[in-house]
């Protein structure tokens, strides 16, 4: 690892701790204060907290970088690196006390053909005792309940017969909807663990295939790393490399051109 590149992880892991310690002491709070936001999402105060915390430790370490933010927008998005932060990812989980919310931190390089790809990425869980991570080259791992880190990859079945597919829900899918149903219906089993999770049940190699329909590129870039650098392939719907692209596709890669076709709608 490139010693800039050991100081980026360092940093995304060091973002992450801030963020840990604000959205645990404020989880199942009972002055959690929620609002709801014009796309009538909901918010609450740990989610604001949390990516203040983070954007002021990037001003102090890395003022020549831009940020890209869930609740308080862009700054520096020109510029050639950005991060790009999701403070909850999961915020309906975590104001009901699921504890499957995560905060996903992404380092976005840009090359001098404007070309754009996540070097770095963290997906904290604190609540599910894991923290997921990657680095370009480096592989993804994962450390649960504070322990030595451990290598994940993606599995290798190669047939939808043999793979199982998480999911979020059934909104947003709008024309592709039927064909996702039956795709599900092709899969040995299907659970919708939901949000970061799937995906990261992908690189772990206990799914094949996590689908959302509509999602930012907070709710991704973290997301897609660390499935690459697991061995799968994290794009959009219709199989275009990347978190650009409105929504999400993770699989271990040997089965990933067939859900792309899957999932297609006519015309």
């Known amino acids: 690892m490139s010693t800039r590149r050991g100081e980026d992880l360092a940093l ?19 002055d959690l204060s929620i609002a709801t936001k014009p796309d009538n999402t909901p918010v609450t105060d740990a989610d604001k ?3 203040d ?6 001003r102090a370490h890395k003022p020549e970088d831009g940020i890209v933010g869930e609740e308080f927008g ?10 790009v932060i999701d403070p909850i990812d999961g915020t309906k989980n975590f104001l009901r006390g699921v504890p499957t919310w995560a905060t996903l931190i992404g380092l976005i390089e840009r090359s001098e053909d404007g070309a754009e790809k996540v070097v770095v990425g963290v997906v904290s869980a604190p609540a599910l005792f894991r923290r997921w991570y990657a680095f370009e080259g480096g592989g993804a791992f994962v450390i649960v309940n504070h322990e030595v880190p451990k290598r994940i990859n993606v599995s290798s079945v190669a047939r939808i017969e043999d793979a199982s597919i998480s999911h979020s829900d059934f909104i947003g899918w709008g024309q592709r909807l039927k064909a996702f149903e039956t795709l599900l219906r092709q899969a040995w089993r299907t659970r919708a ?14 799914v094949e295939i996590a689908a959302e329909p509509s999602l930012a590129l907070w709710d991704m870039a973290a997301l897609d790393i660390i499935v690459r650098e697991a061995g799968g392939r994290f ?16 699989t271990n890669a040997s089965i990933h051109d067939y859900v792309v076709q899957a999932l297609k709608v006519d015309g």
């Open 74 to 83: 862009t700054e520096g998005i020109e510029k050639q690196r950005y991060w």
């Open 193 to 206: 663990h939901g949000d970061f999770w799937s995906h990261m049940l992908v690189a772990e190699g206990a």
């Open 53 to 58: 915390a983070i954007r002021s430790l990037l």
């Open 12 to 30: 995304a892991h060091r973002l992450a701790d801030a963020a840990d310690a604000i959205t645990l002491a404020r989880y199942q709070a009972i």
């Open 235 to 250: 794009t959009n719907l219709d199989g275009v490399d990347g978190s650009l692209g409105g929504n999400a596709l993770s």
């Open 49 to 51: 907290s949390a990516e």
